[in-house]
Nanobody, 122 residues
């Protein structure tokens, strides 16, 4: 089994910063792509940022220059540094991982975190 634990969300004023974390543990052989998504009330889930195992990153236009995705391959953890936060960044943020398991290295598994709430408000 694989477990994902997200942390770091909260309430912050506009212009503030937060750092989200998503730590994976359990039967993990290797993690490939790691992503952050978000879902605001009444809206569809949207892709925010992606990082490959080699460190290549990609961002939604709405967060470019403000958010930074990074990963620690030893700790099996992905981070999302959020700076210059805006009220429109308010959403539940989910990490999403594609990995192979020790028990079955032939198959790629997808896992989602439980979500962490980010609220940007004065």
């Amino acid at each position: 089994q694989v477990q994902l634990v997200e942390s770091g969300g909260g309430l912050v004023q506009p212009g503030g910063s937060l750092r989200l974390s998503c730590a994976a543990s359990g039967d993990i052989f290797s993690i490939d792509v790691m992503r952050w998504y978000r879902q605001a009330p009444g809206k569809q889930r949207e892709l925010v940022a992606t990082i490959t195992r080699g460190g290549t990153t990609n961002y939604a236009d709405s967060v470019k220059g403000r958010f930074t995705i990074s990963r620690d391959n030893v700790k099996n953890t992905v981070y999302l540094q959020q700076n210059s936060l805006k009220p429109e960044d308010t959403a539940v943020y989910y990490c999403n991982l594609f990995l192979t398991r020790v028990a079955d290295r032939r198959k790629i598994y997808q896992y989602w975190g439980q979500g962490t709430q980010v609220t940007v408000s004065s």
